[in-house]
């Protein structure tokens, strides 16, 4: 499977002329005079002129532009910074983890024509090189269920813009067994993310609930994910009954990924029967969630669906017909004027640079860079012995980070404190229209 280097050159095909322009002055800078600095890896101590930070995403597929919005931000984050932190040069190597089994070798067993091999080898890459200080990435959970175990037995800080499940940084009844502790087995906390967890989407989605005088739920949870993305089901149940809201009816083992048409009515069916006024379904976007949504939908026209934002993708918006007039997405990416004074010259920097309109993606690739060269600035010289590091990002997070996405802290399971949503209806088209605010 290929991997690609070369500063995401194959992301966004209308982008890369403008990208690979602004790569080639940050490559300028980085070969200016630097500094040095003290790497030990087991009982070898090298020396590096240059730290570098990694970055995984899936730059190609139905994500693509967004993700690659991600690396914009890291690069224009890196290009403020002129590419030093102090004296030492600090370089991105972005890596592109999206793999298409339909395009893989058909000769190879199903795990090696899966993402997860890429995501893995990503992984492998990075701990590997001993001038890695830190690795953005992954968005999706069960991506970040691959990435951080590798990374953290090589005490590798990992600092995602998404991967919400509450798994990796709480001990919870919606985890799986062992959580947190399985996804690190150096012992020490090496992740972050500055996406709110699954637990503040939960909160916010039962308080739209709420608004909307939705006094009756079904929860549905899709098995086809290893629970990395169908954990928001349960964790708003807990909060719907706190408010007063019954859940009425309650359904898990939804295999979306072998889900057919008559599976999805007969889920459908047995929902509506309960007589909700709103279901909530956690789990992928998919062929079999599109289904599943429409199925709903037929079953009963009324019926509010509310989808968590791992459901915000053009693909399944796209595809719901009449039942996208019926479906309210939450999500923590907010309308760009909600964004800090930070924010908007970030995305004024943008529109000059690549002479695209921005998206807040842009903000999570800005900021995750920025929280770690600021973590690099606090260790100095020491900046890539890995712990010294992951000692100086953790005590910044404890302090609070002033960032493009708002002032927020990280605290030391990996949590940020950012925790406001916004709400949006579906148009006829698959687009988001912006609802209201929720916090």
């Not at 730059?59 to 002129?82: C, F, H, K, R, T």
Request: charged share 15%; with cysteine.
């Amino acid at each position: 499977m290929a991997r690609d280097h070369a500063s995401v050159s194959n992301a966004v095909p209308h982008t890369i002329a403008r990208r690979s322009g602004l790569l080639l002055v940050l490559a300028a800078v980085l070969a200016g005079c630097g500094g040095s600095a003290t790497i030990q890896g087991g009982n070898d101590i090298y020396s590096a002129t240059t730290l570098t930070v990694y970055s995984d995403l899936p730059l190609l597929g139905p994500d693509g532009p967004q993700m690659s919005a991600v690396v914009d931000g890291e690069i224009l984050a890196l290009y403020n910074a002129g590419g030093h932190v102090g004296r030492l040069h600090v370089s991105l190597d972005s890596l592109n983890d999206y793999a298409d089994a339909s395009v893989s070798d058909p000769l190879l067993p199903d795990p090696l024509r899966s993402p997860s091999l890429q995501i893995g080898q990503s992984a492998h890459v990075a701990s590997s090189d001993l001038s890695t200080v830190a690795y953005i990435g992954d968005y999706d959970s069960a991506a970040t269920a691959i990435s951080l175990p590798l990374n953290n037995q090589n005490e590798v800080l990992q600092v995602s813009p998404g991967s919400s499940y509450v798994g990796f940084t709480d001990a919870n009844a919606a985890d799986q067994v062992g959580e947190p502790r399985v996804f690190y087995p150096y012992g020490q906390r090496t992740f972050a993310r500055l996406d709110p967890s699954d637990l503040a989407e939960a909160k916010a989605t039962v308080g739209w609930l709420q608004s909307l005088g939705v006094r009756r739920l079904a929860l549905l949870s899709d098995s086809s994910n290893p629970g990395y993305d169908s954990a928001i089901a349960e964790l708003a149940g807990v909060d719907a009954r706190a408010a007063g809201i019954a859940v009425v009816a309650r359904q898990g083992g939804v295999d979306t990924q072998t889900l057919t048409r008559a599976g999805a009515q007969r889920v459908a069916a047995s929902v509506a029967a309960a007589h909700p006024d709103a279901v909530l379904f956690g789990g992928v976007a998919n062929a079999g969630a599109e289904q599943l949504w429409v199925a709903l939908h037929a079953a009963a026209p009324a019926l509010k669906l509310f989808a968590p934002s791992t459901l915000a993708t053009s693909t399944f918006l796209g595809a719901l017909g009449a039942a996208a007039a019926a479906t309210y997405v939450t999500s923590p990416i907010l309308e760009p004027g909600q964004y800090p004074a930070a924010a908007q010259r970030v995305f004024a920097q943008y529109r000059r640079t690549f002479g695209l309109a921005p998206s807040a993606y842009v903000l999570y690739g800005y900021d995750a860079m920025n929280d770690i060269l600021a973590a690099v600035a606090r260790a100095g010289r020491r900046a890539a012995q890995r712990s010294v590091l992951l000692a100086a990002f953790f005590a910044l997070g404890r302090e609070g980070f002033r960032g493009t996405l708002g002032n927020y802290t990280i605290n030391a399971d990996g949590d940020s404190s950012l925790a406001r949503f916004d709400g949006y209806k579906v148009g006829a088209r698959g687009q988001l229209v912006f609802a209201r605010a929720i916090s």
